[in-house]
């Protein structure tokens, strides 16, 4: 049996804000496998960051979780105390934001940040805590460890700032690394830097990574799995190789037709039309409905069932639940 | 007097005094020396890292800055401080952040009308007013939105605020920094259409600016790809894809993520080692040299200019 070391069912977030309920996700459930990367894709504003808040419990005060489980290692986290939240985020599971400026503190060295880290979550000397923050340093390829550990963020380029927020969140070795758009402020030469340093700490420290971002290329190269997530829910999840090679929702098949073609030919781009869904005023039926040229009389009002396609494929469209229905029988559910 | 191209750039160079001392200025060599020509109608991607000045490139040769030195010819004619005033109605730029390149107190209609009152472009009233939900409609926008504020909007929809902006002038030429790289790809593909659409009826020349080499391949006849103030290597798109030769575009190319699991999958990434050197000390002769695999002597010590490889491509290197 595949063992899961983090299990979301039908997480609900929602912000509580003066305009309204916020539902920023709802009802989103996947499975990550101990070692492996799973992506998290989607347009801005569909979920992705608010989903990876919801498993660290860092939401802003107006957010809360307001139904479903998240179980780490078969003990569902929810229900922890702060306290066993705060151990929860030192050992187990760490976090890398998309803008390293604002998470590093810029009065402090670089090599002080890192020491506390250690210090704070493990019981090690302060000896042997600098001593792990410069293995880290050469872990993660920062060159002169020595000298960069006395160095202040604002002295270091981007990408050797990115590689100091990998260290400090590998310092007490997670289980689960969540990196939300790790590579979005780099360039690409760098980006691939950091990609590699991820996929390589990977393997040799046998975590899982959980990947969000929209840059679908990162995506391929990196993900075991992908979840595609539209206005909050996900509306598809497989293999890099289901969603690339075989999408079956309709956002997913817009997606991947509006990037330029890797073959380089001049063919038009097809953007998805339409504008982004209201979560103050979520559709009753399938979020991207309103957006979807194929949308049938169902898709209106009824959220569309999720069906396995093939083993660990998973989409929720009504399209595929009509071509599943035996000839005659449809009107025996919905009006399609 | 007329010429095949609308813009002929020769050795631009804008160089910014930083201080670096009490006392000291040294010069940041931001562009150092690039040349190109781009014809009517046509499309030159100009990519390479932060830093590389991409942006200075666009900024300098619209004057936005006053060049160090070098020469910009628009329609055969030099751009001088004296004639910068009638030359600002053929060429106009696109900034990059739709967020805050448009002034939040102002109207749609305000700031699409602006260059038209800046020019005096129109007789009345009512003309204005036409001419600005003309150029809304070109861009894909709703005529009804036309007095509503920028805050009002999407970033996509902001985005075609400024280019209707930037077409109000009627240009011949816009200088696009990284138009498109804010936008989600959905977002993004109706702006790169948009882009091409306006191209095909308006035959207006784009500099393409992006840092998406997908996105920069699409949308180009030609690249140029730059390295610390140089333009390294210029070729056809195509030609420069299948047939790179300055082992940093051969870098730059393999690091690119592509969205496709089975190339990506099968192909090998050449990851660069080590940063770019600062702009404030490069190293002597090719400022690659730091990085480079195939670096000589001979590159230490002079710095390679571009040379004719046949089709079209230019390439400085003294190894390749
Ligand atoms: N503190 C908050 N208060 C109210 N709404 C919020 C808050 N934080 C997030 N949201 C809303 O929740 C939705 C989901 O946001 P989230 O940040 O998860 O999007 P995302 O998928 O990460 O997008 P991006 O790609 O732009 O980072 C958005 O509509 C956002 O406006
Ligand atoms: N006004 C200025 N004063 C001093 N230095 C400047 C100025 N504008 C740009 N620079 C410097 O010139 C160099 C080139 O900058 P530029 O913005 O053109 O790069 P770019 O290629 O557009 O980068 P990016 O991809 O990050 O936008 C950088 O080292 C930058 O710090
Ligand atoms: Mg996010
Ligand atoms: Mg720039």
Redesign the interface.
């Given at each position: 049996m595949t063992e899961y070391i983090l299990q979301v069912k039908d997480l609900h977030t929602s912000f509580f804000t003066d305009a309204g309920e916020v539902q920023a996700v709802n009802g989103v459930s996947f499975n990550l496998e101990a070692g492996k990367i799973l992506g998290i894709v989607g347009?801005?504003g569909s979920g992705k960051s608010v989903t990876s808040y919801s498993v660290m419990r860092i939401l802003a005060d107006t957010g809360r979780i307001t139904k479903g489980e998240i179980y780490f290692k078969n003990e569902d986290i929810t229900k922890y105390s702060e306290k066993q939240m705060h151990k929860f985020r030192g050992k187990h599971c760490s976090m890398i934001f998309q803008d390293p400026m604002t998470s590093l503190n810029p009065v402090y060295t670089v090599g002080n940040q890192l020491m506390e880290a250690i210090l704070l979550h493990t019981d090690k000397s302060r000896k042997q805590a600098k001593e792990r923050a410069i293995e880290m340093l050469e872990l993660v390829g920062v060159?002169e460890p020595q000298k960069r550990y006395n160095q202040y963020p604002y002295e270091l380029?981007?990408?050797?700032r990115q590689r100091v927020m990998i260290a400090m969140a590998l310092a007490c070795e997670p289980d689960i690394l969540i990196a939300d758009e790790p590579t979005t402020a780099l360039?690409?030469?760098?980006?691939?830097?950091i990609?590699?340093l991820m996929q390589d700490l990977q393997k040799r420290l046998g975590m899982a990574i959980i990947l969000v971002t929209?840059?679908?290329?990162?995506?391929?190269?990196m993900c075991d799995e992908i979840i595609v997530m539209y206005g909050g829910r996900v509306c598809e999840q497989g293999t890099?190789?289901d969603i690339?090679?075989n999408p079956c929702h309709e956002y997913t098949k817009?997606?991947?037709r509006?990037?330029?073609?890797?073959s380089?030919s001049?063919k038009?781009?097809?953007?998805?039309s339409g504008?982004?869904i209201n979560l103050l005023n979520l559709p009753k039926g399938c979020a991207f409905c309103a957006r979807c040229e194929k949308a049938m009389k169902v898709c209106l009002s009824y959220q569309p069932e999720e069906l396995e396609i093939t083993p660990g494929h998973y989409a929720s469209c009504w399209l595929n639940v009509k071509e599943r229905m035996e000839p005659g029988k449809e009107e025996a559910r919905h009006e399609f | 007097m007329s010429s095949e191209y609308i813009v002929e750039v020769s050795d631009l160079k804008q160089y910014f005094p930083v201080r670096t001392g009490l006392f000291k200025k040294t010069p940041l060599k931001a562009v150092d020396g690039v040349s190109f020509k781009i014809k009517h109608g046509e499309t030159l991607g100009l990519v390479g890292e932060s830093g590389c000045g991409k942006t200075t490139v666009g900024r300098s040769l619209l004057h936005l800055y006053k060049p160090t030195a070098g020469e910009v010819k628009v329609e055969g004619t030099t751009v001088t401080p004296q004639n910068i005033g009638s030359m600002r109605s053929k060429m106009q730029m696109v900034f990059q952040d739709p967020y805050s390149s448009l002034n939040p107190r102002m109207t749609v209609e305000d700031i699409i009308g602006e260059p038209f009152d800046v020019h005096k472009l129109y007789s009345n009233k009512k003309e204005r007013r036409e001419k600005i939900l003309e150029l809304m409609e070109l861009v894909g926008l709703n005529a009804e939105h036309a007095t509503r504020y920028v805050h009002e909007f999407s970033g996509g929809q902001r985005q075609r605020i400024g280019i209707a902006r930037a077409l109000a002038v009627n240009p011949k030429f816009i200088v696009c920094d990284e138009p498109v790289s804010a936008l989600d790809v959905s977002i993004q593909a109706q702006i790169l259409n948009m882009f091409e659409d306006l191209q095909a009826k308006l035959k207006v020349a784009y500099l393409f600016i992006a840092h998406d080499l997908l996105v920069v391949r699409h949308i180009s006849n030609r690249i140029a790809v730059m390295y610390l103030g140089k333009i390294i290597e210029i070729a056809d798109s195509d030609e420069l894809n299948s047939n790179p030769v300055h082992p940093y575009t051969i870098s730059l190319l393999s690091a690119v993520p592509i969205p496709d699991p089975k190339t990506a999958r099968s192909r090998q990434r050449i990851v660069l080692e080590g940063d770019v050197p600062s702009p404030l000390n490069m190293p002597s002769g090719c400022a690659f040299r730091t990085r480079c695999k195939y670096a000589t002597e001979q590159c230490k010590e002079q710095c390679p200019s571009l040379t004719d490889r046949g089709n079209n491509h230019f390439v400085a290197c003294w190894n390749k």
């Open positions: 347009e801005s060159n380029s981007g990408g050797m360039d690409v030469t760098i980006q691939a830097q990609l590699e929209h840059d679908l290329g990162v995506i391929a190269e890099a190789d690339f090679y817009g997606l991947l509006s990037i330029p073609d890797i380089g001049k038009r781009l097809t953007p998805i504008t982004p | -």
